[in-house]
Each structure stands twice: as structure tokens, then as C-alpha cells.
């Protein structure tokens, strides 16, 4: 007969209905793919209060390594991964740690699935596996890197643009005077080699993942990187580019819609986890479809 002690823990780890009602959905996808799943999402579109508070932990981060690790280990890595993706982004340096231990584990045999929306570090994931899966409601995000919430391509340009503006003009040096005194002395510099780093390693990750073997997979990846990275083209960090434009810029797109029967699964899951994201406390769930979860909690704040 199991005791008190037993009934608390198979309590605490059935969880809340939101927790079982997810868990389901997660391991019926898993069921109908044959293929590991892992959710990795993102509660910033649910509590948008919590980010003005200053709770941080929204964006891809170091600390979400733990949550792979946790819910990668025991997997059958043969059977690859479906990696559902709803970030507004994070880290660079996270991101590509996370990305080489995901490689590790599975090679290149990775899925991204997009049921929403994933940007900017999320797009970048999204570009290291060999497909991405996308529904007419998916977008994916430029990639290029920002510095305290400016996009490093923009503070380039505009110290670019007030060179050849004063070397024309020396008359316009007072107008922009002020404006270059407010950059730290290495900024361009760290602009530039931001700029650098993130576009080698989506660039490589292009050619050793989804791009690699096809005609013109060089030239391919770097018209990819270069529309997803530039910011005169993209004109904004936050800018949301469909399934569609995922395919004019040479991404490997499937649609979430073939088979009807998966686009359901899809959903179900994005429904479960947001529904969690907006009526928990949770504000960030890393888990897989055999219910091993890394699930973070906002604390209450006491006056």
C-alpha cells in the first residue's frame, strides 16, 4: 500500500490540469511523428508585465541548457528531434552553445517547428536544423544582433552615414557631434565583430544542416544571411516574415497544414503551453513528450 509520502509525489508529478492536458498533447505529437519532441516556449507575449519588473529569463539563455539536458537524457537519439520553437530570442553566445549541444546529440537530424513565432536567436535555432516546419500563421525574425536594444547593423550605418556626411560637409560636424558622443569608443568595433560572429555561424550551420549537398549551397546561404541579417533590409528587429518569405530568401520550409493530422497536433500544443504560459505562474517551459519538464515560475513579489 503506497503511503503518504508516495501519494505526494505521484500528486506533484501528475501536476496541475494544465500540466496533464499539455503532457498529452506533447506525447500524442511524439505518438503520430515517431520523433522525440521537446517545447521550448517563451511566456514574453503572455506576461509582459513581468519583463517592465524586470524578471528576466524570457530570452534564450545559459540557464536553458539545463532544461535540455534534463528532458534530452534517456532519449532514443536515433529517432532525431521536433524542436517546437516560441522565443523572442536571446543570447547569441547562449544560442550557439545550445546549438552544438543539440548537434551533439542528434547531428543534423533536428526539425524546427514554428507554430507561431520565433525570433531573432529562435530564428537562428530554426536555422541550424534541417527543416524548418511552418503553418500560414508562423513567422519567423531577422538575425540581426542587438546591443541594449539597438540593432547593431543600425549604430553601423549611422556612424557610417556621418562620415560621409562631414568628409562632404565638414559644416554638418556640430549636428553630429552629439549624436557620436554618446558611443562607447570600442562600440563600433563590437558592432562589427557581433555582426560578424552571428552571420559565420548561421552561415555554417546552413551548409552543414539543411543546405548541405544542394547546387549553389554556398551562394544559397549567403543570400540568407544576408537578407535575415541586414537591417536595411529587414528595416526592423521586430519585423515578422512569413512562411512564404521564408522560402524566397532559400530556407527548407515544410508546411505544418500536410498532413491536416499534424497541423492539429501542432496546435494542440501551442494552445496547451500558452494556455499554461497565461493562467500559471510558469513563464517558460522546456519539456518533452515523456512529461520531463524544466519549467520556470515567477515568484511573488512581497511589499
Known amino acids: ?48 508585465e513581468l519583463a517592465r519588473r524586470g524578471i528576466v529569463g524570457f530570452d534564450l539563455n545559459d540557464g536553458d541548457k539545463n532544461g535540455f539536458m534534463a528532458t534530452i537524457n534517456g532519449m532514443d537519439r536515433s529517432k532525431g528531434l521536433d524542436l517546437l520553437l516560441h522565443t523572442p530570442g536571446g543570447e547569441v553566445a547562449a544560442t550557439e552553445s545550445l546549438v552544438d549541444y543539440l548537434r551533439q546529440m542528434f547531428g543534423t537530424d533536428i526539425r524546427a517547428i514554428i507554430p507561431q513565432i520565433a525570433m531573432s536567436a529562435g530564428t537562428m535555432i530554426a536555422c541550424a536544423c534541417k527543416t524548418i516546419l511552418m503553418g500560414k500563421h508562423s513567422n ?113 520550409v515544410e508546411d505544418i497544414e500536410t498532413p491536416q493530422e499534424l497541423q492539429d497536433a501542432v496546435l494542440t500544443v501551442h494552445h496547451a503551453c500558452v494556455l499554461t504560459l497565461q493562467s500559471t505562474s510558469a513563464f517558460k517551459i522546456i519539456e518533452n513528450h515523456a512529461g520531463t519538464a524544466h519549467i520556470l515560475l515567477a515568484q511573488p513579489v512581497t511589499q
Open 1 to 48: 500500500m503506497p503511503n503518504w509520502k508516495d501519494v505526494l509525489g505521484k500528486v506533484q508529478a501528475t501536476g496541475s490540469a494544465y500540466d496533464v492536458v499539455r503532457r498529452e498533447a506533447i506525447k500524442e505529437l511524439a505518438n503520430q511523428t515517431g520523433r522525440n519532441v521537446i517545447v521550448y516556449y517563451s511566456g514574453w507575449l503572455q506576461k509582459p
Open 140 to 252: 519567423l525574425g531577422p538575425i540581426d544582433p542587438q546591443f541594449n536594444g539597438l540593432p547593431a547593423h543600425g549604430i553601423v550605418e549611422e556612424f557610417e552615414q556621418a562620415k560621409r556626411e562631414i568628409a562632404a560637409d565638414p559644416r554638418t560636424i556640430p549636428v553630429w557631434q552629439p549624436i557620436i558622443a554618446r558611443y562607447h569608443p570600442t562600440l563600433i568595433g563590437e558592432c562589427e565583430k557581433a555582426i560578424d560572429w552571428s552571420s559565420q555561424m548561421v552561415r555554417e550551420w546552413l551548409l552543414s544542416g539543411m543546405l548541405d549537398g544542394k547546387d549553389g549551397a554556398k551562394a544559397k546561404a549567403k543570400r540568407i544571411v544576408d537578407d535575415l541579417g541586414s537591417h536595411a533590409l529587414t528595416k526592423s528587429h521586430s519585423r515578422h516574415i512569413s512562411r512564404e518569405q521564408a522560402r524566397i530568401l532559400g530556407l527548407v
